[in-house]
């Protein structure tokens, strides 16, 4: 079935970045590998297991992206307690769209939003965008989380971020 090829995906992708990871763990110092994760599917125990076995000393470099529509996955909270007591980051992707809201932020507890590019386009000259992004921003910052902006394509929307405070585009 389809779904049953989803939760074969997902194991073939978290598993082969975690082996990149290993494989590159000079190269990549602290920089961070962001892995897009299939909403509602987990990796299944043994493979957490063996990430856990193989992989440890390269779980700070991971980030596992969470869409939206997966924060009301009941598999959700399994995901973050194992990439928590990894030290694997978090990062809410997409943030912005379908129902976002704080509420989501506070229940996930991410190390990371990323502001989606519907909500960044043009920021420069919207207010009302300018307004969302910056409660957003200061929301996150004030529960020591990080925020990625998306989509940034010119100069001007680049100088409106960063006077909003956003740390990464």
Not at 22 to 47: C, H, T, Y
Not at 100 to 125: C, F, G, H, Q, Y
């Amino acid at each position: 079935s389809a779904q049953s090829k989803l939760e074969q995906l997902e194991r073939l992708v978290v598993m082969k970045a975690f082996r990149l990871a290993k494989e590159n763990k000079e190269e990549l110092g602290r920089k961070k590998v962001f892995i897009n994760s299939i909403p509602s599917e987990i990796v299944q125990a043994a493979e957490l297991e063996e990430i856990e076995r193989l992989y440890g000393d390269v779980c700070e470099n991971i980030v596992i992206e969470i869409t939206e529509e997966e924060s009301d996955s009941p598999k959700l909270k399994k995901k973050t307690e194992f990439m928590k007591h990894n030290s694997i980051m978090i990062a809410i992707d997409d943030f912005g769209t379908g129902y976002s809201n704080e509420l989501r932020i506070i229940t996930i507890a991410p190390d990371i939003v990323k502001i989606d590019m519907e909500l960044i386009s043009n920021i420069d000259e919207e207010l009302d965008k300018q307004i969302l992004v910056t409660n957003i921003v200061n929301f996150c910052h004030s529960k020591g989380i990080e925020v990625v902006a998306e989509g940034v394509e010119c100069y001007a929307e680049l100088r409106e971020l960063s006077r909003i405070g956003i740390d990464y585009v």
